[in-house]
């Protein structure tokens, strides 16, 4: 299938797109957004968003326009930056092929977005109305009314411009300007690099994924729970359109899917639905572990470490390990905890000088990490490890032992009562990110 390609851009590259289009017909479809305002980018984005792989987007400014809690980080966007050499370029053959030109008689909206060239701006005289404002697209329609009210007012013979949106009105003016636009080479480039983005995902997004299911029970579960557990796994995936392929295994249900639907299920491995909606259906606590591989053989191993874990925590949750064995969960809410079964040397070198768990530190540090401290009570660890307070209690007392942690005592708010005891591991920073080991 070929990649669909949405291209947000002003008329001024249509004539480099048509040509690009045609070399890369056999693998790229493109659908050709033409915008004449810049307020017109967001919703142009927002109505393609769902039919497109990718977006290129002619320009810094034009990407810009777009909010940003509008942008699908799921969705590459690609932009064809704003090219200074061209504009040095440009001003050097006038030079040379306009020696009568008087430089401080051009207007040069490009001038605004290059820091580079903020020094030369002395140079030019009367810059018309000041850019000054806040808002990107007051800044540029004042651009605009400078060229215009500049040209009629004659105190410019020339005006210089990245905004292929206003050639309409400059030439409904008769401003005599120049176009500076990136070259076709560096279209090219940059619909290239987007292609090369899109084809990864789309071979990543097919790599297999296996979920193991169960409920936590003292008694293995009936040929009949099972069969409630796949009817029920089978009627979600139908849910949310994705292929049923639940089947029943080994006393518990296996979903096989790939690494595209995954993503979907568990909101970029965050937030498992699958788990929510068995939650809501069943009495037991559900157990779900998945992982992905290269092939099924491998998913399927990582997919049973997952569930492991994810039996060794206390309550429901799902688990995810990936075929370079990092371990992802519980996926409950948007803060999960990571961590490696390989394990990082340093982090591996530091448990055994401590004397504790590789994987338990590792998931200490994600927690930390995660609420942004490196002071940690024994309730924090408690719930991060899923054990008691009392076992928490040991495990930060042997971490203290060893000289790498402190304890402190402080309040973390306004209310009455006693200051907290907490441990402040020293092999981190005040915002729970490794400092050192």
Sequence with gaps: MKIRLGIITTESYIDYFHEIEEELQSVCQFRILTISNFRETKDVYLENLGSVDGFVISGRLLYESIDKECLDEKIPTHIIQDNETLLYRELFRLLITEPGLDISRIYVDFAYIIDSFSEFQKYLT???????????????????????????????????????????????????????????????????????EITILKLKNRRAVVACLSIESEHSPTEEQLYEWKALTSKFLQSINIADTAQISEGTVKLYTTYGSFKKITSNAQNCTLLKYLEERLSDKVKIGWGSGHEYYQANENAIKAHRQAKAYTGSCSFFINEDQKVIGPMQNMNVIQFSEQGDPEIIALSKRIGMNNINLQKIMSYAEIMRTNKLSSEDVAQCLSITARGANRILNKIEEHNYAQTVFEKRDAGKGRPKKYYELLFLDKDGRISGL
């Design 126 to 196: 009367d810059q018309g109305k000041s850019i000054d404002s806040q808002d990107l697209f007051e800044r540029v329609e004042t651009m605009l009314e400078n060229h215009i009210a500049l040209w009629e007012e004659k105190k410019i013979d020339l005006s210089i411009t990245a905004f292929g949106h206003f050639v309409p009105e400059l030439r409904k003016h008769g401003v005599r300007y120049i176009l500076i636009r990136s070259t076709l080479e560096n279209v090219k480039e940059a619909i290239n690099g987007i292609i090369n």
